[in-house]
C-alpha cells in the first residue's frame, strides 16, 4: 500500500491559495455589509444616522448606527426613541427618549430627555409631521457611516477592494500555481 505524500512546495501553495481566498471573501463581505448599511435602508423607507454624543448612553453609544422609520407624531409614545431637530439649533438633529407628550388636534407637544441627561427638550410638531422612531441600532456601525460619508471614505471604500484585488493577481502571476500532472 503506497501513500500519496504531499511535496512541501504544493502544501504551502495550497496553502496561499486559501489564505488568499479567504482575505478576498472577507473584504468582499466587508465592503457588502458598508453597501448593505448605506444603501438598503433608504429603499425601504427608514433613515440612518450615527450616533455622535454620549447623551443615549448606556441604550446608545458614540458611534452605533441607528436605524429608523418614520411615524406621525400621534403614534409615537412614551419611552420610544425618536430622532428630531433640536428645538435650539434646527440644523442639528437630536436622538431621544420621549418623557411625555400631549397631543392637541393641530400639534403634538413632546418632551424628550437623553438617557445620560438631566434636562429635557420641550418641542413641538404638527400633527401632520413626522419623526423617525428607533427601530434597532448596530453597535459602532456608525463609524463607518461618519468616515465613510466623506470623499476621503467613499475613496477608501472603493480603493482598499481594488488594491486587494491587485495585489493578489499580482501573487498569482509572481508566484503561478503549478500543475500537479507534472
Not at 36 to 60: N, Q
Not at 98 to 127: C, F, H, K, L
Amino acid at each position: 500500500m503506497s501513500t500519496l505524500v504531499v511535496a512541501p512546495a504544493a502544501r504551502r501553495g495550497r496553502v496561499r491559495r486559501t489564505a488568499a481566498a479567504c482575505v478576498s471573501w472577507g473584504v468582499f463581505g466587508f465592503v457588502t455589509a458598508i453597501v448593505a448599511f448605506l444603501v438598503l435602508p433608504p429603499l425601504v423607507g427608514r433613515h440612518c444616522f450615527a450616533i455622535l454624543s454620549g447623551s443615549m448612553t448606556p441604550t446608545l453609544d458614540i458611534g452605533d448606527l441607528v436605524i429608523e422609520h418614520p411615524v406621525h407624531p400621534v403614534e409615537i409614545r412614551v419611552g420610544d426613541i425618536v430622532t428630531f431637530r433640536d428645538p435650539d439649533n434646527a440644523k442639528r438633529l437630536l436622538t431621544h427618549r420621549v418623557v411625555r407628550y400631549d397631543v392637541n388636534p393641530s400639534q403634538v407637544d413632546v418632551v424628550t430627555r437623553g438617557d445620560a441627561n438631566t434636562t429635557v427638550e420641550r418641542w413641538t410638531i404638527p400633527a401632520s409631521g413626522s419623526v423617525g422612531v428607533v427601530e434597532f441600532r448596530v453597535p459602532k456601525a456608525g463609524f463607518l457611516l461618519m468616515h465613510g460619508g466623506g470623499r476621503a471614505g467613499r475613496l477608501t471604500i472603493v480603493l482598499i477592494p481594488a488594491v486587494l484585488l491587485g495585489l493578489y493577481e499580482l501573487w498569482r502571476i509572481w508566484f503561478p500555481t503549478r500543475s500537479s500532472d507534472a
